[in-house]
């Protein structure tokens, strides 16, 4: 015969002081490891997000990113005639000769400053990003010194609004438009004339990087082989999307100190649960007697108390749960090591991350638990009795 589950309910209602501060505990633990995993599948939604898998991106020989690439504008003929590149409507291939820079601007985050990407390019390297929009203004104008800013840029420099002016280079450039690119890192960038800014850096004949759209899946993977194989051109090639998904070790060091955080409060929340059930098998040892007197067995004594201790948790889960719950869809950044520069991303919680965090708590309710349900187990009838 098991003790009613409504008991456990009595006993956490009765103790409303101490069950309280206890899921406070645990509440605090669950929401530090939900607000880091909400942070970094934001920035890898985000990474993944930009990568075209048709896309196959070439850079110099052993450049690992744009930022320090080196891209002709010769080869950059040389690569045009390569097979297997896509073509626009009217026969030309749709292959983009870019240049990356980076430029310091405050956020709200950074007095100080934050680097961020300005990318030049020209209106085929528009056309080939998918899923990419306007939301405000128009697309900068060939030949003028003006920029197109991403979305996330918006919510978070005070100087990136439309109208507005940034100095970079050697002059000002006019805030022209707002784009956005679903949760891709396009909304950390801002977008210039390829010419103009190439003019502006004193870097007019050797850019960054092209960005080549294949045919087909087969194709791009073609193209890799045969961009990195061509000693003309003494260049590497990969696919964007590996491109991106490699600059997910941004967020390594944040997962390594999120966990450890956690775990280091999950290990105190732990010693609290079981502060808290121990005191409560000490208050009820007149209780835990009587039990016994009514039949009930070490097991369900042991089962019941464990289950008070998993309840007590799953309120902290709860709790946790609820005080994250507002940083879903937050824009925040952080520094890529790949591109020296700041991506921008919202903090996203899905349900699988809430649903870790309450299988976090059971996990620290159940081993704050254990031990003293089972010393309530092992207590004698008349030791118990005489306990009380």
């Known amino acids: 015969m098991s003790i009613p589950i409504a008991y456990n309910f009595r006993n956490l209602a009765v103790r409303k002081a101490t069950t ?11 929401a530090v490891l939900l607000a880091v995993l909400a942070l970094l599948h934001g920035l890898e939604t985000s990474l993944k997000s930009t990568g075209d898998p048709l896309h196959v991106l070439v850079l110099r020989k052993g450049a690992n990113s744009e930022l320090v690439s080196n891209f002709t504008r010769t080869g950059f003929q040389v690569l045009k005639t390569k097979a297997g590149i896509a073509r626009d409507e009217a026969g030309n291939p749709l292959v983009s000769l870019e ?8 956020s709200v985050d950074a007095p100080d400053g934050i680097n961020v990407t300005v990318r030049g390019l020209e209106p085929v390297g528009i056309k080939m990003r998918k899923n990419l929009k306007l939301v405000a203004g128009r697309w900068f104008t060939p030949g003028r010194r003006e920029v197109v800013v991403g979305q996330a840029l918006v919510k978070r420099f005070p100087d990136v609004k439309m109208g507005k002016q940034l ?7 006019d805030i022209v438009g707002v784009m956005a690119s679903g949760q891709s890192a396009i909304n950390s960038e801002i977008w210039a004339d390829l010419n103009q800014l190439s003019s502006d850096q004193h870097r007019t004949e ?46 390594a060091l944040i997962k ?13 929340s732990c010693f609290a649960a079981m502060n808290t059930m121990y005191a ?8 835990i007697g009587t039990l016994r007197v009514l039949g009930f067995s070490r097991l369900s004594i042991l089962a019941s108390f464990f289950t008070e201790s998993v309840l007590l948790a799953l309120l902290g889960g709860l709790i ?35 649903m870790g965090g309450m299988v976090f708590a059971i996990i620290m309710g159940a081993l704050g638990g254990l031990f003293p349900a089972w010393n309530a187990a092992r207590k ?9």
């Open 20 to 30: 309280i501060m206890t899921a406070l505990g645990i509440s605090l633990t669950v």
């Open 99 to 106: 240049m990356v820079t980076v430029i310091n601007l405050v």
């Open 167 to 173: 100095h970079f280079g050697t002059g000002d450039w």
């Open 206 to 251: 050797v850019l960054s990087s092209a960005l080549v759209q294949a045919t087909d899946a087969v194709a791009a993977q073609a193209l890799v082989n045969r961009i990195s194989q061509d000693q003309q051109l003494n260049m590497d090639a990969e696919l964007e999307t590996a491109y991106y998904e490699a600059q997910q070790s941004s967020g």
């Open 256 to 268: 390594g100190l999120g966990w450890f955080v956690a775990i280091v409060m999950a290990v105190g």
């Open 280 to 287: 409560a098998v000490a208050r009820r040892s007149k209780e």
């Open 320 to 354: 946790g749960c609820l005080l994250v719950l507002p940083l879903h869809g937050m824009t925040t950044g952080v520094g890529n090591f790949r591109t020296f520069s700041e991506t921008d991303f919202n903090l996203t919680l899905t349900p699988r991350i809430l």
């Open 380 to 388: 004698e009838i008349l030791v118990a009795l005489r306990e009380g």
